[in-house]
């Protein structure tokens, strides 16, 4: 009685951890119908593989925890209420569904590697470009579509093997136990296959995650992602994020298979069925929980790798990258009034040879603008002493009439006269001129 409740435990320990992964992962994976991606996309691919992926372990999952849940019925009803008939018909849909989510779950592991080689192939597109050619990206695409061929041969023939035995043990009496003994052997034996050939294909992929970090560490758009459940500005590394589930994937495999060996290695290839409690702990909880576990932070760590983003896709610059190309143009000095080719003249033409401030006095006289003109001369010859060149005054010719004296200031400081009033100091000149221009010269007697 206590080794049918140890064992029950078991099982309800089994059925739990299938049962907690289904429901997140059915969420990320509606939520990767969103991550539609454009037709030249270099993630597009592997994006792709990665909505294959997720129903798939989705389907492995939910098979187990149906086989769980008839263990548990099968251990825990009331025989009196069903014949042995029935009770016999419960244990062989057991075998039989959980022997499909095996199957689907090898399926999940052979199209893991393939979306692990699709997402690097996409950094490297991105990388080199669509016009440059490839060759890493084509052969490793070529050698892991081969190996995963020969591993989905294997699988269904593994899938195959197995509902052959569970028909021949569901049906078989204890008399001739021994009869299918053989074919036992056989089934542990490509299992045992399988299971190390999984093991090995994590391999190369650790060393090409590992040469896409080298190859990209230079590149701080390709290496590194924005997570959008933080709020804070860090940038995760991509190619790092693939190489952490590269070697995630090896150490879930190399769980799986010590468990394996662990079960039959140095065993009859009964032992994994009939075997100790020791081994039923091990393969009915050790095993489904870093499986299962493991498999979970690989998918949603691919999840966030390939979730499109408002700030940039983690394969193309982000927008602080994207600088649009700027042609150098050298920088050109114009004189006053001078504009620079193809841009409009900031004034009319009949007001570019003076300030803004000046416009208002265009209705003035001829004259007026004139002697304002004059005046304007001297302030800038005031402004510019080195370039000063006064003008001597004219003496008065003999005879003629006597002529208003000119004050000159003396040097330096010509800048205390008040500049706010220049209608006060253009009445002089004007008075000054005007008898120069109008009043012919005395001449002698």
């Known amino acids: 009685m206590s080794s049918t409740t140890d064992i029950g435990g078991l099982t309800i320990g089994y059925t739990a951890i299938a049962a907690i992964w289904i429901t997140p992962l059915s969420i990320l994976w509606f939520i990767t119908f969103c991550l539609v ?6 993630a597009r691919v592997g994006i792709i593989w990665l909505k294959v992926l997720y129903p798939i372990w989705i389907l ?9 849940g008839l263990s548990l019925w099968s251990w825990y009803g009331d025989s009196y209420y069903y014949s042995s008939s029935s009770e016999r018909a419960i244990n062989e849909a057991s075998n039989y569904i ?97 299971t190390i050939l999984f093991w090995l294909t994590t391999l190369p992929l650790v060393g090409l995650a590992a040469f896409l970090v080298h190859k990209m560490k230079n590149l701080p758009f390709l290496r590194g992602v924005r997570l959008p459940c933080t709020y804070l500005p860090v940038m995760w590394p ?20 010590a468990v394996f060996v662990h079960g039959t290695l140095g065993n009859i290839p009964l032992a994994v069925r009939i075997g ?30 390939g979730l499109r983003k408002r700030k940039g896709l983690w394969l193309q610059p982000p927008q602080e990258f994207a600088y649009p190309a700027v042609a150098y143009v050298p920088a050109t000095l114009y004189a006053p009034g001078q504009v620079p080719p193809g841009q409009q ?98 001449t002698s007697a």
């Not at 492995?60 to 769980?68: D, H, K, M, P, R």
């Not at 190489?243 to 298979?257: G, K, P, S, Y």
């Not at 033409?349 to 603008?369: E, H, K």
């Not at 004050?407 to 100091?425: C, D, K």
């Open 98 to 194: 959980g022997t499909t989510g095996y199957f689907f779950n090898n399926i999940a592991n052979i199209l893991l590697p393939i979306t692990f080689v699709e997402l690097i192939g996409g950094f490297f597109l991105c990388w080199k470009g669509p016009a440059e050619p490839n060759p890493i990206k084509k052969f490793s695409r070529l050698a892991i579509l081969a190996w995963s061929g020969l591993l989905l041969a294997l699988t269904i023939a593994l899938f195959g093997v197995q509902l052959s035995f569970n028909v021949k043990y569901t049906h078989v009496s204890s008399s001739s136990f021994s009869s299918f003994y053989s074919e036992e052997t056989k089934l542990v034996q490509l299992d045992g296959a399988v």
């Open 345 to 442: 003249q900031p004034y009319p033409a009949q007001y570019q040879q003076q300030p803004p401030q000046m416009q208002q006095q265009q209705n003035l006289p001829a004259y007026l603008q004139v002697a304002q003109q004059q005046q304007q001369q001297q302030q800038q010859q005031q402004q510019h002493p080195q370039q000063q060149q006064y003008q001597q005054p004219q003496q008065p010719q003999q005879g003629s009439a006597p002529q208003d004296q000119h004050y000159y200031p003396p040097q330096g400081q010509e800048h205390q006269q008040p500049q706010q009033q220049p209608q006060q100091q253009q009445v002089p000149e004007l008075q000054q001129h005007a008898p120069e221009q109008q009043q012919p010269p005395v």
């Open 238 to 257: 991509g190619s790092f994020l693939v190489l952490a589930c590269t070697i995630l994937n090896f150490i879930r495999h190399t769980i799986v298979m």
């Open 60 to 68: 492995a999952l939910l098979f187990y925890l149906v086989t769980g």
């Open 37 to 42: 991606r454009r037709k030249h996309d270099p």
């Open 276 to 305: 100790s409690l020791n081994s039923r702990a091990v393969s009915l909880v050790v095993d489904p929980f870093f499986n299962d576990m493991l498999m979970f932070v690989i998918l949603v760590i691919l999840f966030a790798l």
